[in-house]
């Protein structure tokens, strides 16, 4: 197939990619390939350009569109966060053109249980065990693609099924989570119509998702840009520059980053944890 050019403006495909959010996509020479929704997308960006193969075109425009947010105006975003101090203004020189992922929403709270005390190369690679034993097998270019299985085709495996994927301990939170959703415990698509703080409250009632983990499960899946998720990393960055390196709780840190950055709290994050996470600030 041909490749579907799409123009691109205040994007980075490579700080979008790499910016820890997501656990499915690989750099393969010039692009970067990833299993979103019901595809295997081959992406690269050349400019004020992307380029997109697929194994299914249907709709690809729109499916593209849609994960990456490029319909949303981040060129405005990031001129109104720019001011907010010269911390902000320095990460987001940095980094401008990342954006937030619309990811799925069963996806990313199965990955993110996962995520909890453990490193990102063991998070995709239980997350694409998991998708290689469960999911639905794609063919394109002659490799093999698994999709994210869906809680139906996950509502026969054990305990053990997800140990042996590599998920550690976690594996009886995903096993819990599962069971719920497929006994009608819990609707995905209702809790998604909720309000951050009813949502926030939801995700915290399942096994093995605390406050971190609900955060970026709100940020990444569900575009509630004013949560502030933090990990070891912005706890580090938020205290070196706005903290003198003190030792301040957690919760002072989202206080403080809450009612300094308001709605764009979790614009701001993602900025400031890469920036930190690359030693660029």
Not at 4 to 12: A, Q
Not at 14 to 27: A, D, I, P, S, V
Request: glycine share 4%; proline share 2%.
């Amino acid at each position: 197939m041909d490749e579907l050019k799409i123009k691109v403006d205040c994007f980075n495909l490579k700080y979008t990619l790499e910016c820890g959010q997501c656990f499915r996509w690989k750099n393969i020479d010039d692009y970067y390939v990833g299993v979103i929704k019901d595809r295997v997308i081959k992406i690269r960006q050349d400019g004020d350009y992307i380029y997109v193969r697929s194994n299914e075109e249907k709709d690809l425009e729109k499916v593209v569109k849609d994960y990456f947010e490029l319909e949303k105006d981040y060129k405005s975003i990031e001129e109104r966060i720019s001011v907010v101090d010269e911390y902000v203004k320095k990460a987001l020189k940095n980094t401008s053109g990342m954006r937030h992922l619309k990811q799925d929403f069963f996806e990313t709270i199965i990955s993110y249980i996962i995520s909890a005390n453990n490193n990102i190369p063991r998070i995709s690679k239980s997350v694409n065990e998991i998708s290689r034993k469960y999911g639905k097998k794609i063919e394109f270019d002659e490799e093999e693609y698994y999709l994210f299985p869906t809680p139906e085709q996950l509502k026969d495996v054990t305990v053990d099924d997800y140990r042996a994927c590599g998920v550690g301990f976690r594996d009886k939170y995903i096993f819990n989570t599962v069971k719920r959703i497929n006994n009608k415990e819990i609707d995905l698509l209702k809790m998604q119509e909720m309000d951050t703080q009813s949502l926030r409250k939801e995700l915290l009632s399942l096994m093995g998702i605390g406050p971190k983990v609900a955060d970026c499960i709100l940020l990444f899946s569900c575009q509630r840009q004013e949560v502030f998720p933090i990990d070891v990393w912005v706890e580090r960055v938020m205290k070196k520059l706005y903290f003198n390196d003190k030792d301040v709780s957690k919760k002072e840190i989202l206080k403080y980053a809450s009612d300094k950055f308001r709605d764009d709290a979790g614009i701001i994050q993602q900025h400031l944890f890469y920036n930190i996470r690359e030693n660029l600030i």
